[in-house]
C-alpha cells in the first residue's frame, strides 16, 4: 500500500480567526471562575487592546482565561505594567498569576470548555458567528484532495469545538486531533510513523522549532503562517526548516513551496 500524503495544519490562529470568540469565552469564564471575589464584570465586552496584545504568547486556552482575571487583578503585573511587560516573562508571569488566584491550569481550562459547550448547546449559531476562516482558506483546503492530498486538524483545542467550527465552514479535514488526544509532537510522532508528512503549517514559532529539535520529526517541512497570531519577532531570522509561508504561497500548488 503506498501511504497518503498529508498536510498538517494547526487551527486557531492558521484556518480560523477566533479573536473575538477567545476574549467572549475567556471573558465568561473567569467572571463564572472568580465569581463574587473580583469586580469582574467590570471586563469590557469588546476584545481589549492588552488580551490582543497577549494573542501570540498564548499556547492553552486557560492561559486566555487567566489573562482575563489577571485584568481585574489591582496588584497583578498585566495591571500594573501593562501587556509587553507581562509578555517579556510570559511562562513565568503566568504561573506566578495561578499562584496569586490559587487555581490550576486545569480549573482554568475546565471553566472555558464549560462556557463553550454551553454555548454550542444555547446558541450555536451566535457562538460560531464569533470565528471566521482567514481569506482564501476554505478554498485552499478544499482544493488539497485534487492535488492527491489528504489533509488533517492539529489544534491544542479540545477537538470537538475544532470539529464544530470545521463543519459550519464546510471543511472535511481527514482527522482532527485536538489536546485530548496528546501534545503537538507526540501526534506528530505517531503521524509520522504511517504517512508521509508534507507539511505542518503553524502560526506558533516556538512548536515549529520543538518539531525541527525532534530527530524523528526532522523529514517533515515546517511552515510559519505569516496571517497568525504571530509576535513582533516572529518572522525575523527563522532557522533553516521553518519557512514563511505567505497566503500567495499557501494558494499555489504544494510543489512550488519552498
Ligand atoms: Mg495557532
Known sequence: ??????????????????????????????????????????????????????????????????????????????????????????????????????????????????????????????????HQPFPGLVKRLNQLPHEGLDWAVLTTKKSDFAIELLKCFHLKPNLVLGHDSGSKPEILLQLNANQTIRGFIEDRRATLETVLETPELKSIPCYLASWGYLKPNDKKALPPGIHLLEPETLASPLANWP
Not at 463574587?36 to 467590570?42: C, I, L, P, R, V
Not at 494573542?55 to 498585566?78: F, K, Y
Request: glycine share 4%; net charge negative.
Open 1 to 130: 500500500m503506498i501511504p497518503s500524503s498529508l498536510l498538517i495544519f494547526d487551527f486557531d490562529g492558521v484556518i480560523v480567526d477566533g479573536l473575538n470568540e477567545y476574549w467572549w469565552s475567556a471573558r465568561k469564564a473567569s467572571i463564572k471562575l472568580l465569581g463574587g471575589t473580583s469586580n469582574n464584570a467590570d471586563l469590557p465586552y469588546s476584545v481589549p487592546q492588552t488580551f490582543r496584545e497577549l494573542r501570540p504568547w498564548v499556547h492553552h486556552g486557560w492561559e486566555m482565561v487567566l489573562i482575563a482575571s489577571e485584568m481585574l487583578r489591582p496588584e497583578s503585573l498585566l495591571r500594573l505594567k501593562g501587556a509587553k511587560a507581562f509578555a517579556c516573562n510570559y511562562h513565568t508571569n503566568c504561573q506566578e498569576a495561578l499562584k496569586a488566584w490559587e487555581l490550576t491550569s486545569t480549573q482554568l481550562q475546565t471553566a472555558l470548555e464549560d462556557v463553550r459547550h454551553a454555548a454550542i448547546e444555547k446558541d450555536a449559531e451566535h457562538w460560531l458567528a464569533l
